[in-house]
């Protein structure tokens, strides 16, 4: 698999999604021409320098933006943190010789434990306990360098629970991120998203989308899997989260690269969307804004540099 | 007692005689030290030094060479193997497995000596260690927890700081880890994770080190040639050179079973700022020789071939894709370690996964240490703990208790937790008296009855030693229920797992068997037969 950032030197790599505390909230985008920002769900975007000479090629937003404004964004040896929502930024170096980090994610009990784990190509996975300032390889039992997505249990303070995907397979730590355990699965190429269920510590379910040979789920915490969405058995995954329904069970949603959607709630049947995308148009990347409610708004990059607003039923 | 430079042959009632004599005796050395208030065994010294005081059953055993009776020798030295072995494989339960020996061989006697077939015995003796072992496995829960991993260690070591920081380790670890111990430089303990994959791997010349500031090197985009080749002619390392150069990597490392003082100026006259080439010796080398599995990990891990001497390999045939490579790599008076391997992942998988089903159908011990020291090398499942103490034998002393609780966490890991306290034996009680009750051969009964007494003993030993009265606690242990037992350091009896007080499975389970099959055995010696000692050289 080639890193996107040779592909398209101005792409969209990754994005977040910071709330405010006025209910409205901040999207970032981190792109090879750098980090953009945007105050109106995507409608128009403005640079945010960081300081970085090169691509920025993740972000990642604290679950309590709203009130630490801290994000952090991933570069070619470096991890850049800001506490100020992005006005200014930090740089941290990563040793030598300089990884690049290909993914970034936060725990959700960040404000108590100041957990972040940073996902690279080379060298595996990086490990902070201190908010972002300093930074260890934490690679216990990972036998794949190149990670290329990460999810953190919703109840990690409890479980301790993270997955990892990678290009030979998936990973998953049961030791808050200090050490991983092989999957055994299916894992007949890349795996590049990845989610926990809110619900984890009742359903067990963890899902992971891959690279060519569609979508996987586990309803025991990791132990088997199988394939899901047998409509989506070759494509491409970009992403996939899973939210808290209404009805208390988990919510379910892919999104793959040529711009099907795929939902469901509990193990009822998938409901099927599609994004109407102009021939050629690939999607590299997306995010859901708003998990809540029926409508859910998508954040989506395209292989041709550009950023699409969709919704998502 | 005959003299020794005499050859006799006992035969019954003297020999089972003289073998419960001997084992008695081993058993008595041991059986104070059961439990958390264990009493020391003095060992004298030969040179005039202080005694030894010691109260772990392992190093006691070790330490007994011969009694003075010859029967008696037999029956204390065929306990000494039972328990030695119990501590190799093991780490632990040498004083649990000795009591349970002896009621189980108390029994067997007093059974034979009533008209009993030894033989019969011993057959229904393995029935009812079988219904033992699947009750004691009913009871095994696997421990999931950085928590219980701590409290399974304070049971085995006592020292809680030692125990926080060994639950600590083999929770990040896991299964397979492995500890480096080192003497720490105050009274304290330390501990932290040691990255990446290493090998027992001397540099070729340590004039290499000596230039280094610190006290090893460090590489990056290493370029990696195994082999087990002999290279004596500089000149053999110029197609190695050539393609590190070609490769525009910053060093290389040649890893070779003997490299000539001439062959390693050679890579040190073409080393500078910008490249680095050292040379390392092969690791695995004998005795025993392993060099072909450090090989086969090495190709998995940095995805280069190794260069066998026995297949007739030849550096000048050497070719860019031959070559490892790692991402860092550093070097030590003693390893050679490297981080950000360069192999393919998916066939590194593999060959872990192959290592772990081999780990789990090997029955040797030490084949099963050995794998396992494998995959904690490639999973870079290794931490180094560094050890205080107010003196030198203190520290060893702390450090191989540190020894004995890793691999006991190992075990705990890999085989589960049982009730602590006897508690786990006491239940097991149960199933045999039903058995009991539908046994109609009468050694068949002996043996039921044998057992069910037997498995008592452990739990007789730990409340006798913290001082209570065994008859008054055993009953009250027996009217709180299955999951009861004695808390020694506060005398009440409570819920034993729920209060932390666990065993490690593999070591319960390895006491029993050892104890059935040792005791079964030796109810089945029926002479002895003593060779004349020698008579010793005064200038040998």
């Known amino acids: 698999m080639s890193s996107p950032v040779t592909a398209n030197p101005d792409i969209t790599l990754a994005f977040a999604v910071a709330p405010l505390a006025d209910g409205e909230r901040i999207c970032f985008a981190a792109r090879g021409s750098g980090l953009y920002r945007s105050d109106d769900d995507g409608a128009s975007w403005t640079a945010t320098p960081t300081g970085a000479a090169g691509d920025i090629t993740a972000v990642a937003v604290s679950p309590a933006g709203a009130v630490d404004q801290t994000l952090f964004a991933g570069t070619t040896g470096a991890v850049l943190w800001s506490t100020d929502l992005g006005q200014t930024w930090q740089p941290v170096l990563l040793g030598s010789p300089p990884p690049l980090v290909s993914v970034l994610a936060v725990s959700p009990a960040f404000h108590d434990d100041g957990i972040v784990l940073a996902g690279t190509f080379e060298d595996g996975l990086y490990r902070s306990t201190d908010r972002g300032a300093t930074w260890r390889r934490a690679n216990v039992g990972l036998l794949d360098p190149s990670v290329l997505a990460i999810a953190i249990s919703p109840e990690f303070a409890a479980d301790q629970t993270a997955l990892i995907g990678t290009a030979s397979g ?35 379910l963890l899902v992971a989308g891959t690279e060519g040979a569609g979508l996987f789920e586990s309803r025991d915490g990791g132990g088997h899997w199988r394939q899901v969405a047998e409509d989506l058995a070759e494509a491409d995954i970009v992403r996939t989260e899973i939210a808290r329904g209404s009805d208390g069970r988990a919510e379910v949603l892919v999104v793959t690269a040529d711009g099907a959607i795929r939902s469901r709630s509990g193990e009822a049947a998938w409901i099927a969307d599609e994004i109407n995308l102009v021939p050629d148009e690939v999607i590299v990347s997306a995010i859901v804004l708003d998990q809540a409610g029926q409508d859910r708004p998508l954040l989506i990059g395209l292989a041709s540099g550009a950023i699409r607003r969709v919704v998502a039923h | 007692m005959t003299s020794r430079r005499t050859a006799a042959v006992v035969f019954q009632p003297d020999t089972g005689a003289g073998l419960q004599r001997g084992t008695r005796a081993v058993t008595a050395l041991l059986r104070p030290t059961i439990g958390p208030h264990p009493r020391a065994v003095a060992i004298s010294s030969t040179s005039g030094r202080a005694p030894e005081l010691l109260d772990d059953g392992g190093l006691i055993v070790r330490r007994l060479i011969q009694l003075a009776d010859r029967d008696e020798d037999v029956g204390a030295m065929f306990l000494r193997g039972l328990l030695w072995r119990v501590y190799q494989q093991a780490g632990d339960g040498v004083a649990t497995t000795s009591v349970l020996f002896q009621a189980i061989y108390d029994g067997g006697l007093h059974a034979v000596a009533a008209g009993g077939n030894a033989m019969r015995l011993r057959h229904f003796l393995h029935a009812g260690e079988c219904v033992i072992r699947e009750e004691l496995m009913e009871q095994t829960v696997a421990v999931d927890s950085e928590a219980r991993l701590i409290q399974v260690a304070r049971t085995v070591c006592a020292d809680p700081a030692l125990a926080q920081h060994l639950g600590q380790i083999f929770a990040v670890l896991g299964e397979h880890g492995q500890i480096e111990l080192r003497n720490g430089q105050s009274r304290g303990l330390t501990s932290d994770l040691i990255e990446g994959s290493y090998w027992d791997a001397p540099l070729h010349a340590t004039t290499a080190l000596a230039a280094a500031e610190a006290r090893r090197i460090e590489l990056e985009h ?54 680095r080439a050292i040379g390392v010796r092969t690791p695995g080398l004998g005795p025993p020789d392993r060099h072909a599995d450090s090989f086969h990990d090495l190709e998995a891990l940095t995805g280069g071939r190794a260069f066998r001497s026995q297949a007739g390999d030849s550096v000048a045939r050497v070719e860019l894709a031959d070559l490892g490579r790692a991402r860092r790599a ?179 389970q390895m006491a029993v068997r050892t104890a059935v099959e040792g005791a079964a055995q030796a109810l089945t010696i029926d002479t002895l037969v003593h060779a004349r000692q020698p008579r010793e050289a005064i200038n040998p």
């Open chain 1, 170 to 204: 998936l990973y998953q730590s049961a030791t808050g991120g200090r050490s991983w355990r092989d999957l055994d699965g299916p894992w007949a190429a890349p795996v590049v998203a990845v989610a926990i269920s809110p619900y984890f510590a009742d359903d067990g």
């Open chain 2, 222 to 275: 290493a370029l990696i040639f195994i082999s087990d080749l002999e290279l004596d002619d500089p000149h053999e390392l110029v197609p190695l050179l050539t393609l590190a150069r070609q490769a525009g990597v910053g060093s290389l490392v040649v890893m070779a079973r003997k490299l000539a003082g001439s062959a390693n100026a050679f890579l040190n006259a073409n080393s500078g700022p910008a490249f």
């Open chain 2, 330 to 508: 550093w070097v030590d008076r003693q390893h050679f370690g490297v981080s950000g391997p360069g192999g393919d992942a998916h066939r590194l998988r593999t060959h872990v996964r192959q290592l772990r089903r081999g780990h789990r159908d090997e029955d040797d011990p030490a084949a099963r240490a050995e794998l396992s020291q494998r995959i904690a090398r490639l999973s870079g499942a290794t931490a180094m703990l560094w050890v205080g103490g107010a003196t030198t034998p203190a520290i060893d002393q702390r450090k191989d208790l540190a020894r004995r609780t890793a691999a006991a966490l190992r075990g705990t890991l890999q085989g589960g937790v049982q009730p602590g306290a006897g508690v786990a034996l006491l239940a097991c009680r149960a199933p045999l008296t039903a058995r009991l009750a539908l046994a109609v051969e009468p050694e068949e009964r002996a043996a039921y009855r044998i057992l069910i007494r037997a498995l008592e003993e452990p739990a007789r030993a730990i409340i006798t030693n913290s001082g209570h009265d065994c008859g008054r606690i055993l009953a009250a242990i027996d009217r709180a229920g299955a999951a009861y037992g004695l808390n020694a350091e506060t005398g009440a009896i409570v819920d034993v797992a729920a209060a932390g007080l666990l065993d490690v499975a593999a070591v319960v």
